[in-house]
């Protein structure tokens, strides 16, 4: 079977708006689907979801987060962080203060609370842009972490400084605490991703991601044509800032189990966050996983290959990491701004003439 | 023959119904700094016709369309909307009242396809709120259906079809001027005001585009001002011509009218012309 359209006709607007119009995309979409759900749940043990797969799908809804807002829409933020943190600690709070109530509603709360403050982060959008808005984000990012150790009523006045996640669990399995199994951790995680990706998709594809992109692309034309820029910005904010504050949640409640805000959610994770969208491509849902995969995926890969198969030391990989990671960066922001979604694009369109490329 | 063009309506000699007055400008005045783009202009443009504004570089014109559009507050003068002052509005307020409009140096979003271009033109008549949108169902997804068949009719009026999908970046100019045309028509506006249409075009490309122009105007009933440099294209399409020069209006009539005016000659024709 070819990989292309030809043959694979669209008899209806439906059909031509679906999101894998291809039949192999859509077969590989399905097999993916079924591997996420039906084999890796009876494999994972404690090791990959711990380094691989609660990292890689948890950093994965934050990427999309920021994808919507700086990919999609064009508002460059370094608060990812920041924002991370206040999903946690919004979550913390609650599941401690509503312990019967279920911790997937928690989650969304904790992701709408950040919606809230990502809205209010956003206005300074409405006058400034690029670099000064980055600035303003950064602020935001110092800001809410001060905030978060300054504050005890966050941490509940517990002498460390820390918070812990309380056990709670979802139709019976726990799912949050030190007794969480590896396969619950997984599929909590993977069910999030699903729907929130299938939801970005949704949002990007409509009439939203539309205002936004034109938002992105030329702002004065976009608001000739009809769109209000404070909502299409504001919009932008509070989607990204829910994704972001989902992410943040799950990270704590479910990842780590304990955190810290200046430790968990500082300024590195805004610039992790960040490179995922880079280097896996902005505007662009897939690219935001590929990105994930890619900054979950390479330190382990360097650990185990330099540390493990050549007895390099630790220190000297991490660093090797920092370079390789760096190198990526500049050449991605050169080469390739669309990143590693747009390197797949290119390769399918060429497989889409193939082998007849004339 | 001769038509009463005061009337509150009457036909052209092609046949078309020309309308009472929909937009009325009077005395703009417009200034940036010490710089007065345009100084104490009154025109109007009628339901249904084809309105051509004229001028030497730099005489005010964009500006003028800018002030139309809600882009530019006037310093003085009022704008009349349908019979009413337009009070103070950004743009985005404006292009809900049914205008649109394209640009002199063509503003497309390159990021998005030729599809979603135009697909955006009609963002004033889709409703679906943001989580209708999030899960596609309903009224989201039935809106985007309705009014992909809108773009469909605009997209094979203008002949665009093989583009569909393709970033809009990577077209050549004059497919750029369609779909950017495409854009404005898919909002199916009342007004349509386009800034030099046809600049940088060849021949050909200028035939097709005064085509395009002269059916949106005679099939859909779209009220057009156009700023054009072309003296030719402008006496074919137009039914009534605005001069302007250095921000002042010297001439405002029929093509023939205009052609004759002696103001009109020295600034801009040129005597030569016949
Ligand atoms: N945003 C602005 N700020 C300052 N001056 C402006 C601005 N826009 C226009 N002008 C000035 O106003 C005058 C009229 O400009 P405008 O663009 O309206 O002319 P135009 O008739 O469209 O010319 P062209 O045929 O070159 O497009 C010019 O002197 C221009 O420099
Ligand atoms: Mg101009």
Known sequence: ???????????????????????????????????????????????????????????????????????YAGQVSLGTGGFMAV??????????????????????????????VGVLFGLPSLRIKGFYLAVATLAAQFFLVWVFNKVPWFYNYSASGQINAPERSVFGVIVTGPNTEAWAKYMICLVFVVVLAWVARNLTRGMMGRKWMGIRDMDIAAEIIGVNPLMAKLTAFAVSS???????????????????????????????????????????????????????????????????????????????????????IVIFLILEPHGLAQLWRLTKEKLRLWPFPH | MTTDMNADSYVTEDGRT??????????????????????????????????????????????????????????????????????????????????????????????????????????NKMKANIFQQAIWKGKAEREEIENREACEKVIDFLEIQHIRKTPVGRLPYGLKKRVELARALAAEPSLLLLDEPMAGMNVEEKEDMSRFILDMNDEFGTTIALIEHDMGVVMDLSDRVVVMDYGKKIGDGTPDEVRNNQDVIDAYLGVSHD
């Open chain 1, 87 to 116: 999903g946690a600690y919004a979550v913390y709070k609650l599941m401690v203060a509503f312990p019967d109530v279920s911790i997937v509603i928690h989650v969304l709360l904790a992701g709408g609370i950040t919606a809230v």
């Open chain 1, 242 to 328: 829910f994704f972001v504050g989902v992410a943040g949640a799950l990270f704590f409640a479910v990842y780590l189990g304990a955190a810290e805000a200046g430790e968990s959610f500082g300024i590195a994770k805004s610039f992790l966050i960040l490179f995922m969208i880079i280097i896996g491509g902005l505007g662009s849902i897939f690219g935001s996983f590929a990105g994930a995969a890619f900054m979950v995926l390479l330190p382990v890969l360097l650990k185990n290959v330099l540390v493990g198969g050549l007895g390099w030391p630790t220190d000297l990989a991490a660093h090797l990491e920092f370079m390789v990671v760096g190198g990526l």
């Open chain 2, 18 to 123: 020309i309308g009472p007055v929909v937009m009325d400008l009077k005395n703009i005045t417009l200034r940036f700094g010490g710089v007065v783009a345009i100084k104490d202009i009154s025109f109007d443009i009628r339901e249904g016709e084809i309105r051509a504004i004229i001028g030497p570089n730099g005489a005010g014109k964009s500006s003028m369309l800018n002030v139309i559009s809600g882009f530019y507050k006037p310093q003085e003068g009022e704008v009349y909307f349908r019979g009413s002052k337009r009070p103070q509005m950004k743009p985005y307020q404006v292009a809900q009242q049914g205008l649109a409009r394209t640009f002199q140096n063509i503003a497309l979003f390159d990021g998005m396809t030729v599809l979603d271009n135009i697909m955006t033109g009609r963002l």
């Open chain 1, 1 to 71: 079977m070819f990989y292309r359209e030809a043959g694979d006709f669209k008899t209806s607007y439906k059909d031509d708006n679906q999101t894998f119009p291809i039949r192999l995309d859509r077969m590989g979409y399905y097999i993916v689907m079924f591997v996420a759900f039906c084999v890796v749940p009876f494999f994972v043990n404690d090791y990959w979801v711990n380094s691989v797969f609660a990292p890689f799908l948890i950093y994965a809804i934050a990427a999309l987060g920021l994808n919507i807002l700086t990919g």
